[in-house]
């Protein structure tokens, strides 16, 4: 298995630039090929954001491109299943991607409430706001 950063798998999903999404589904092809990709959690995070805030996609976009990513055959995710739960999360809420996965995490390690200055988050089921 080998691990897809995230430069990558934007390619894969936006199809913004010709050479570079050429080479990146070659690359994908190899990869998966040669044992599956890998891809980690900071990735899907950073993935979310840059998805969001360069290419301006809404939350229902984003939630679409990383669910066709986790069924791309070969392809796995780290804690895929936490990261799904956080995806189903952030498709309803109104948080970033990446609080649903801290609030995931932090549920997973019994270590909730999530304390947060963010009043997004907050209003999320394990958040709590700083008093």
Do not use: K
């Amino acid at each position: 298995m080998e691990t897809l950063d995230t430069n990558v798998v934007v390619r894969l999903l936006v199809q913004d630039d010709e050479d570079q999404c050429r080479r990146a589904e070659a690359l994908l092809c190899r990869v998966v090929a040669a044992g599956g990709a890998w891809i980690p959690t900071v990735v899907l995070i950073e993935v979310s954001w840059v998805l969001r805030t360069a290419y301006e996609f809404d939350r229902a976009t984003i939630v679409v491109a990383l669910r066709g990513l986790h069924s791309t055959e070969g392809v796995s995710w780290e804690d895929a299943s936490g990261a799904l739960r956080a995806l189903e999360d952030y498709e309803r809420g109104a948080a970033d991607y990446s609080d649903y996965v801290i609030v995931e995490a932090a549920r997973r390690s019994d270590a909730l409430p999530v304390h947060t200055f963010d009043e997004r988050l907050a209003r999320e089921d394990g958040a709590r706001l700083v008093p």
